[in-house]
């Protein structure tokens, strides 16, 4: 069955240092991979996703994630984290047949950002 | 145009009580699915339409969990009798017509806070 590991519940980063988030998946067939946001209290915002193609894909708000197949892997990555950017990150992978596809979540990994 | 909405934010229920919750989705959109997410936890799927037809529901905990979409749009979550291991984030989600090999993406709703006291 597909799955998808966060092996970290919490990080917490100094603004303006880099940040990486983890994530493992695993699944049978080429994954379509999700990184998710959510702030208190909001749904899930897309920051990037990854298809098929250029293994390094740009998201919204300078995030950037790498696929690496040969270790099950697509980290979440930013340069320079802004305090705005404390919030709760989900991992997820697309998983079914074709025309149907659900989402299945990591467990997150809440970041802290501090000054 | 708008996006997903759901209805409503909150709701407070006591053990026992019946609940409705209600997802709009994009206009247009043919698929719609139902995530619940526990305190501390990813979303896990619940079950997913295509117009009104549901053509998974293996996600639903328990035959409490009930979920319609009558019309092709507006769809309904209810949960009978709820019990405090359903206080949860309900999310909805909807994505445009399936076609063939790919993925539609999913846009999600707010979600509703629901605490079974």
């Known amino acids: 069955a597909q799955s998808v590991t966060q092996p970290d519940i919490h990080i917490t980063v100094s603004e303006g240092a880099s940040l990486e988030l983890r994530c493992n998946y695993s699944?049978?067939?080429?994954?379509?991979l999700f990184w998710y946001v959510q702030s208190p209290g909001q749904g899930l915002q897309l920051l990037l996703k990854y298809f098929s193609g250029d293994t390094l894909v740009q998201g919204i708000k300078g995030f950037e994630a790498e696929f690496k197949r040969s270790q099950s892997s697509f980290n979440l990555r930013k340069p320079s984290v802004h305090w705005s950017d404390a919030a709760e990150y989900f991992c997820?992978?697309?998983?079914?047949?074709?025309?149907?596809?659900?989402?299945?979540f990591g467990t997150g990994t809440r970041l802290l950002v501090s000054p | 145009g708008a996006g997903v909405s759901q209805s409503p934010r909150y709701k407070v229920a006591k053990r026992g009580q019946d609940v409705a919750l209600r997802c709009d989705p994009i206009s247009g959109h043919v698929s719609l699915f139902w995530y619940q997410q526990a305190l501390g936890q990813g979303p896990e799927f619940l079950t997913y339409?295509?117009?009104?037809?549901?053509?998974?529901k293996s996600g639903l905990p328990s035959d409490r969990f009930f979920a319609e979409r009558p019309e092709g749009s507006v769809s309904t979550l209810k949960i009978q009798r709820t019990q405090q291991e359903d206080s949860a984030v309900y999310l909805c989600?909807?994505?445009?017509?399936?076609?063939?090999?790919?993925?539609?993406?999913?846009?999600f709703g707010p979600g509703t806070r629901l605490t079974v006291l």
């Open positions: 997820a992978v697309a998983a079914g047949s074709t025309g149907f596809q659900k989402l299945v």
């Open positions: 699944y049978g067939a080429t994954p379509y």
């Open positions: 989600a909807s994505s445009l017509v399936p076609r063939g090999p790919g993925y539609n993406e999913q846009f």
């Open positions: 339409f295509q117009n009104e037809a549901q053509l998974d």
